[in-house]
């Protein structure tokens, strides 16, 4: 009994290690415009277009006017790296 609340634990506790490195975000306000691949929202006097995708949880009646807290991860799309200047 006691070595399954062991395992138990210790897998609880290394699934939730896994996504320790992803930061969340969160954004605060009015919905202007909702698409089935992204929301706009505004934020203080920004305009924030976000990505959204059939897997997005959304609760609630989300439509044009509702105010809205979106909570997001930022993962990069894709990366390149340049190879060094040499300086003369």
């Given at each position: 009994?006691k070595?399954?609340a062991?395992?138990?634990?210790a897998?609880?506790?290394?699934?939730?290690?896994?996504f320790?490195?992803?930061?969340?975000?969160?954004?605060?306000?009015?919905?202007?415009?909702?698409?089935?691949?992204?929301?706009?929202?505004q934020?203080?006097?920004?305009?924030?277009?976000?990505?959204?995708?059939?897997d997005?949880k959304?609760?609630?009646?989300?439509?044009?006017?509702?105010k809205?807290?979106?909570?997001?991860?930022?993962?990069?799309?894709t990366i390149?790296?340049?190879?060094?200047?040499?300086k003369?």
């Amino acid at each position: 009994m006691k070595r399954t609340a062991l395992l138990t634990a210790a897998l609880m506790l290394a699934s939730s290690l896994a996504f320790a490195g992803t930061k969340t975000y969160q954004a605060t306000g009015p919905v202007l415009e909702v698409k089935d691949d992204m929301i706009v929202i505004q934020k203080g006097k920004e305009k924030w277009e976000i990505a959204k995708d059939k897997d997005t949880k959304v609760t609630g009646d989300l439509k044009v006017g509702s105010k809205v807290t979106v909570q997001y991860t930022m993962k990069a799309a894709t990366i390149e790296a340049k190879a060094d200047k040499k300086k003369k």
